[in-house]
């Protein structure tokens, strides 16, 4: 499954982005995917997920009621909108999906994902 993080770029602090995480393959709307982001000098760290259903999700607690992830199965794409962008928001994002299909599961850990997208970087201006 090959997959394709796009949609970042420069924001104000205050401002909005929406990402999107497209595939190669329907079958990516079987799976989890969750979002990821890292900044210069730290460690990767987990943002949101959402289930292969979009039943189930889960959010970082330094984004919950800023951030929204969802997805169109029409459009095989997962969506992270991002409002309220602080600067401590910036880094690069990844997407990455569970190809193990568990139903209603948005896995929160990293290692629990097995394709990768490539970053799209995420910078935020005060």
């Known amino acids: 499954v090959q997959l394709q993080a796009y949609g970042g770029g420069l924001v104000q602090s205050g401002g909005s982005l929406r990402l999107s995480c497209t595939a190669s393959?329907?079958?990516?709307?079987?799976?989890?995917v969750g979002w990821f982001r890292q900044a210069p000098g730290k460690e990767r760290e987990f943002v949101a997920s959402?289930?292969?259903?979009?039943?189930?999700?889960h959010y970082a607690d330094s984004v919950k009621g800023r951030f929204t992830i969802s997805r169109d199965s029409a459009k095989i794409t997962v969506y992270l909108q991002m409002n309220s962008l602080k600067r401590e928001d910036a880094a690069v994002y990844s997407c990455?999906?569970?190809?193990?299909?568990?139903?209603?599961?948005?896995?929160?850990?990293?290692?629990?994902?097995?394709?990768w997208g490539q970053g799209t970087q995420v910078t935020v201006s005060s």
């Open positions: 393959r329907r079958t990516f709307n079987s799976y989890a």
């Open positions: 959402i289930s292969g259903s979009g039943v189930t999700t």
């Open positions: 990455a999906a569970d190809t193990l299909v568990i139903p209603d599961t948005a896995p929160v850990r990293d290692y629990e994902y097995d394709y």
